[in-house]
């Protein structure tokens, strides 16, 4: 007994619990991905259907389409373990919560929004994006996308206890993915008009690092406020 | 399974009262529950039960009295760490099977010996569904792998909300049975019932909430 584990066993155990929930609710993988190209084939739709002008708008669609597709998917990182109670174990148990809640975002970004990400050179044909400015955009949702992920669940620790805060969710979360849209896709658009583009991706890189330390802990605080 | 040395865990509560919005949902209440006892909580619909378990678990913080757990090498003013909560809510997963259900909580919960998980799953008559997803499970037999649960964490108090809901009568022989061992081996029991059931036959106290206040 008490035999004290490692902070890795715990990660990894939380980890695998998720990737197993993850493999056997195969359907929530895929609507994140539909829901994207069709915000993507809307936006073709309702612009314009010429290939200039559509590769002029192509990066803040791309971006644009994954941001709400992942807010979409934020609430279900606490919600079923907060019907079923499994959050109470979590909180009861001696393992520290920032802990089980880091393996918890990075399933939860594996999940729901990595698969975007890998698709995303799908998207940037549908919409005529030249193909050299195809790394820069995979460049900068590789690096903002986490983020991304890691600030929305800081918001969605503090909404779990809420029945349908779908919407209070978007209304909080939506002006903290501002800087992050904007240093994203303005990389993007600044790499299409020959400027250097590293400086903005270091940007949120550098907001990456600070999400991963401190969110985390952020998001437990929040949940321990948010159940009692 | 270890023996806690006995008596090894005493908690007093002195006076503690727990408000919602002002509105007052029990307390203030007072008892002593010692290592090798149960504790009945009786009490109707809406008296407070639930939340008096929450309480104590460390899940909600009372806004005034007092709660203190006595054991050794213990630091914190609740029962967070040294205590097993069987909720109203399954606290596994529905599309895990039992054993992987109980190998995570095992993992986050630090028991290293994940060898006992069969032998428990066996004693709550879960034999045989290791690898049966909960959800395929019934409402009774949920509630026996959370049994299961309380029977591998070693915790010196187990705090069970309403153990005999959806069980048949088998089932309320095993909680009684799985209570009369945790006493045996010094540990200490807190149970609520709206009082359909016979008490366990432990050495058993009784604290009946009415109208918020708690009556020994």
């Not at chain 1, 035999?3 to 195969?26: G, I, V």
Request: proline share 5%.
């Amino acid at each position: 007994m008490n035999s004290h584990q490692s902070a890795l066993a715990l990660f990894a155990a939380q980890c695998r619990r998720d990737l197993r929930l993850m493999l056997r609710r195969r359907g929530d993988i895929t609507q994140p991905i539909l829901f994207a190209i069709m915000v993507i084939t809307l936006f073709t739709l309702a612009t314009s259907a010429e290939p200039n002008k559509l590769a002029q708008l192509a990066p803040g669609i791309i971006w644009v389409a994954i941001l709400l597709s992942s807010l979409l998917s934020l609430d279900s990182i606490y919600r079923s373990d907060f019907e079923d109670g499994s959050l109470e174990q979590m909180l009861m148990s001696p393992a520290p919560l920032a802990l089980l809640i880091a393996a918890r975002i990075l399933v939860h970004w594996l999940s729901a929004v990595m698969p975007l990400v890998l698709l995303t050179p799908l998207f940037a044909q549908m919409l005529f994006l030249p193909g050299d400015l195809l790394t820069p955009l995979m460049i900068s949702l590789l690096v903002g996308t986490p983020l991304i992920s890691l600030v929305g669940a800081v918001i969605a620790a503090l909404t779990v206890g809420i029945r349908h805060s779908g919407m209070l969710l978007a209304l909080l979360a939506l002006p903290l993915y501002v800087p992050i849209l904007v240093f994203g896709a303005g990389a993007v658009v600044a790499a299409s008009q020959g400027f250097a583009w590293l400086g903005a991706i270091s940007l949120l890189g550098a907001g990456l690092v600070i999400a991963i330390v401190l969110a985390p802990v952020a998001a437990a605080a929040a949940i321990k406020i948010s159940l009692t | 399974m270890n023996d806690f040395s006995a008596n090894s865990i005493v908690l007093k509560v002195k006076a503690l009262s727990y408000f919602r919005n002002e509105e007052k949902i029990f307390g203030p209440i007072d008892f002593m529950l010692a290592g090798g006892n149960a504790l009945l909580v009786k009490g109707g619909n809406g008296s407070g039960k639930t939340t008096l378990l929450r309480v104590l678990s460390g899940l909600l913080k009372a806004q005034s009295g007092e709660i203190r757990v006595e054991k050794p090498g213990n630091n914190h003013s609740d029962l967070s760490h040294s205590s097993a909560y069987l909720a109203h809510k399954p606290g596994h997963k529905a599309e895990l099977s039992c054993l992987e259900n109980l190998e995570y909580l095992q993992a986050i919960f630090d028991h290293a010996d994940i060898g006992l998980i069969e032998a428990a799953l066996i004693k709550v008559g879960l034999g045989g569904y290791e690898d049966t997803p909960a959800k395929q499970l019934s409402a009774g037999q949920n509630k026996r792998l959370g049994l299961a649960r309380l029977l591998l964490s070693h915790s010196p108090c187990w705090l069970l909300d309403e153990p005999y809901a959806n069980l048949d009568l088998q089932g309320i022989e095993l909680v009684n049975r799985l209570i009369r061992d945790q006493t045996e081996r010094g540990g200490a029991v807190l149970l609520t019932t709206h009082g359909a059931y016979a008490a366990p036959d432990v050495p058993c106290q009784t604290l009946v909430l009415a109208d918020g206040r708690g009556h020994s």
